[in-house]
């Protein structure tokens, strides 16, 4: 199958249509109306097979997380998504693995109406990098450097799952008797299927907050947001949400250092003014969006994790891809 | 040396600084701000070791032919160039070798004044993929369906030149004597740095002609606009324009077939209509760009190459990417 051939039966005729979008696949470029006074938002991410998935994940798996994981950026500047480029290097063209993968693909971009617009199919190594872009208000967007000293620090859902996910596919560990079946697939949904919390950076662009989505690890990817905005952290570890899998999976006894180093959880952290505390909670629970309280900003510098009031000392600080 | 490391030294921050680059590297996402009024248009290309450029490229001469073949997209849009992603898949964190790269790179970037925006450092086979946003009115886009029958239909600069370029590196191709050295860095040259029709594309957009950059050769790209605008082409091969280095490379005989099936040229193939030739040819003059008249688009489809009033029946129509 040519690369034309591919391109009409996978790319071409996606159903998400926006009006935003006056040419799509087909031409030189695509050509894209972006709407007046809102600043467009835009990321890029490259998921390699054996890199950022294990390389026995499922095509239609493959797809879904790539387009989490970008989708996951503009969640974090609290951006609306719009539109979609996919470059994809394949080592052939396997036309039912794409077929799964476009199914992978169009489950998410429909949930969140982004349009596919253009990319390229190359033939090389499994390797899938996107781009995205979305809309945002310039004044209200969810920027690192927003955090202020005093300001509470949140995170959205449940922390530590998706590392389980990879270490039961990984290194087939033995689990307890209370982690089931169940746990296990959960816990390798979390992994292999993140749902960017796209919802909840929308609204929390109404309290100015400063966010980032849990790419690296809880505690890297706060450092982030304190080199940012110039301010430290305190994290304090009982607080921090987890799911019973977790729970079951660690016999009630969290490996901390593991749940806040490892990545791929996809929650936003995010900080917000304490005079704001009680009606941004208000607004997520509404919303249905589990908001944890896990600390608070500091001055000076670096995330500090206590537990009962005693500063733990990790190592370890995130995935670092060289 | 960490990803943010690389990022710190070598990609956040280049010269070209533009006032509609809210937020650059560093954020989540890069906060961009369209000019009202204008289409932006959108363009991704993989360049995988090995099958886009030989395994021997310099990383400056990558980098500049990575720019080049996108800003070519948005050329062949008649787009203006303004922003551009890289997303970089290494084998390791070279930083001589990264260095080489960002110069290349930046050359061509600060001769457009394209803005690096963001991208992703990822560990991997070497591959560089690139997404390029450029801005244009949507009424004056070069696009491929714009073609009607009775059009002239020209090219840019001369074709074929880095076909040889590409033979002499991967075949050492014996040449004949009148070959010089200074010929064969010619047409290394223009393989590895193809100078991207960008200042063309614009000037064209004054005559909502069809085009498209030659990639995979002219006779499948001009396909291409044969296929959007169901029409056919006539090319007159006799008139297509070759180089001094060409003609000595091949001894005055050149293989039409091979020069208009070789892919890599990066010249602008684009249509005009008939009222409109003197004014644009002379705009082109104006503007030192070789323009050169190889045809005319009729009814039908399909691309038709004559030699002396004759139908000449070439098998091979382009690259095939599988």
Redesign the interface.
């Known amino acids: 199958?040519?690369?034309f051939d591919?391109i009409n039966q996978f790319f071409k005729n996606t159903k998400v249509k926006r009006d935003d979008v006056?040419?799509g696949i087909?031409?030189?470029?695509?050509?894209?109306?972006?709407p007046?006074g809102k600043?467009?938002?835009?990321?890029?991410?490259?998921l390699?097979s054996g890199?950022?998935f294990p390389e026995s994940t499922s095509a239609e798996d493959i797809a879904y997380k790539s387009l989490a994981v970008n989708l996951s950026?503009?969640a974090?500047?609290g951006?609306e998504p719009a539109?979609v480029?996919?470059?994809i290097?394949l080592p052939?063209?396997n036309v039912e693995w794409l077929a799964a993968f476009m199914r992978g693909f169009n489950e998410l971009a429909e949930r969140f109406n982004v349009a596919l617009?253009?990319?390229?199919?190359?033939?090389?190594?499994l390797?899938i990098?996107l781009?995205v872009t979305?809309f945002?208000d310039?004044k209200l967007?969810?920027?690192?450097?927003n955090a202020k000293v005093g300001d509470i620090i949140f995170v959205t859902g449940t922390i530590g799952d998706a590392s389980i996910g990879l270490d039961l596919i990984l290194n087939n560990v033995n689990t307890p008797d209370v982690f089931t079946g169940d746990y296990k697939s959960y816990c390798i949904d979390r992994l292999n299927r993140p749902y960017p919390q796209v919802i909840a950076g929308q609204l929390l662009t109404e309290f100015v907050v400063a966010?980032?989505?849990i790419s690296d690890g809880l505690k890297a990817d706060l450092n982030h947001i304190c080199k940012?905005s110039n301010v430290g952290a305190i994290v304090n570890i009982e607080n921090l949400p987890t799911s019973d899998a977790l729970l079951a999976f660690y016999n009630n006894k969290p490996d901390w250092q593991n749940i806040i180093t490892a990545g791929d959880d996809y929650e936003l952290c995010f900080t917000c003014s304490k005079d704001k505390v009680t009606e941004m909670l208000s607004l997520m629970e509404s919303n249905n969006i589990k908001t944890t309280c896990i600390g608070e900003v500091v001055s000076g510098s670096g995330v500090k994790c206590m537990f009962d009031n005693e500063l733990l000392n990790f190592e370890q600080t995130g995935y670092?891809?060289?």
Chains 1, 2 share one sequence.
């Not at 087909?26 to 972006?34: F, K, Q, R």
């Not at 967007?141 to 450097?145: S, T, V």
């Open positions: 199958m040519s690369e591919l006056l040419l087909g031409d030189d470029c695509a050509m894209l109306s972006p007046s600043t467009l938002a835009v990321s890029t991410d490259t390699i890199v950022h950026d503009l974090a500047m951006a539109w480029s996919l470059a290097s052939d063209s617009i253009g990319g390229d199919t190359t033939q090389g190594a390797s990098t781009n979305g945002v310039a967007a969810l920027k690192r450097a966010a980032i989505d940012a670092n891809h060289f």
